[in-house]
C-alpha cells in the first residue's frame, strides 16, 4: 500500500522541525508496595524510531505514560529535549502526539471532526487552514474519502489510521504509539509498521513505539528496548535482537508449545 499523498502543497509548517531526544534516568514507579518499574535507563535520539517490548504487565504503557507527562515517577527523570517531562512547560515547548491503542476516537464525531478537534480547541489557524490540514493528513494515510464516516463505520485498521491522522494534524516532533498493531490481521499490521517508518523518513519525527510485535519491531526499528518484570534487559539493534544471549528474551520473541506438558490441570469436579 502506497501512503503517498498526491498535492500541490505541504501545510504542516512546523513538523520538520528538528526532532527530539527522550532520555529516561533511573527511572522507578511503585503502586503501592507494588513495584512497576526498576531503575529503568536509555536516551532515543531525534529523529529514530525505538520499539519497546515486553511481556503483558512488564511496565511498558506505565514507561509510556511517563514520557508524555501523564504519570509521576517514584524516582528519576524522564527529559524531553532536556525538559522535565512532568513540566507543564515542555508540552508547550515540543509537540507529541499520542496514538492509543484503541484508537480513542469520538463516536459522536465524523473522522473529519475528530482531526480538527484539536486545531479548533486551540484556535489554531482559520477554518479553511483547518480543512487543509486535515484533508492533507487524511490523503498521506489514503483516508480522504473516509472524512463523513463515523468511527462506528470504520475497520479496525482504518480507526488506526485515522488516530495516526490525527496525530499528524498536531504536527508532532515526537510521535508515541501504544500497540498499534494490535487486533489486526498480518496486512493491516504490516501497512500500519509501513506507515510509521514512511513518516519518520518524510518528516523527521522522533517515534517511540510499544509493541508485542516482533515483525515490527524487526522491520522498522532503529533500536529495540525489552522491558521485564519492570527492568530493561535488552537494548540493542534489530539486527542483535534475532540473536539473543538471554534465554528469557529468545523465550519471548519464539515461544514454543508443548503439548505433552500442559500448563493447566483439568478441573476435578
Given at each position: 500500500m502506497s501512503i503517498a499523498a498526491?498535492?500541490?502543497?505541504?501545510?504542516?509548517?512546523?513538523?520538520e522541525s528538528p526532532a527530539v531526544g527522550v532520555t529516561v534516568e533511573h527511572l522507578s514507579k511503585s503502586f503501592g508496595t507494588f513495584e512497576v518499574l526498576k531503575d529503568v535507563s536509555f536516551a532515543v535520539k531525534p529523529g529514530e524510531i525505538f520499539v519497546l517490548m515486553g511481556p503483558s504487565g512488564s511496565g511498558k504503557s506505565v514507561l509510556l505514560k511517563h514520557i508524555?507527562?501523564?504519570?509521576?515517577?517514584?524516582?528519576?527523570?524522564?527529559?524531553?529535549?532536556r525538559r522535565d517531562a512532568t513540566e507543564e512547560t515542555t508540552r508547550?515547548?515540543?509537540?507529541?502526539?499520542?496514538?492509543?491503542?484503541?484508537?480513542?476516537?469520538?463516536?459522536?464525531?465524523?473522522?473529519?471532526d475528530n482531526l480538527a478537534l484539536y486545531p479548533r480547541e486551540h484556535r489554531i489557524g482559520t477554518e479553511a487552514e483547518i480543512k487543509e490540514k486535515v484533508m492533507h493528513a487524511l490523503q498521506i494515510l489514503s483516508l480522504e474519502n473516509a472524512s463523513q464516516k463515523f468511527p462506528s463505520d470504520l475497520s479496525g485498521g482504518m480507526k488506526k489510521r485515522v488516530a495516526i491522522a490525527r496525530a499528524l494534524v498536531m504536527e508532532p516532533q515526537l510521535m508515541l504509539y501504544d500497540e498499534p498493531t494490535s487486533e489486526l490481521d498480518p496486512v493491516m499490521g504490516a501497512t500500519i509498521s509501513e506507515i510509521i517508518a514512511t513518516l519518520k523518513d518524510e518528516y523527521h519525527v522522533t517515534s517511540i513505539v510499544v509493541s508485542h510485535d516482533r515483525d515490527l519491531a524487526l522491520a522498522i526499528a532503529d533500536r529495540v528496548g525489552i522491558l521485564m518484570g519492570g527492568k530493561l534487559v535488552f537494548l540493542g539493534t534489530p539486527a542483535e535482537l534475532q540473536a539473543p544471549k538471554d534465554p528469557r528474551i529468545a523465550d519471548f520473541l519464539n515461544p514454543k508449545i508443548d503439548l505433552k506438558k500442559p500448563r493447566f490441570k483439568r478441573l476435578e469436579t
Open positions: 498526491d498535492v500541490t502543497r505541504n501545510p504542516f509548517t512546523q513538523i508524555v507527562g501523564l504519570e509521576l515517577p517514584t524516582s528519576g527523570k524522564v527529559t524531553v529535549d508547550e515547548h515540543v509537540r507529541m502526539a499520542l496514538v492509543f491503542q484503541a484508537g480513542a476516537l469520538f463516536n459522536s464525531m465524523t473522522v473529519y
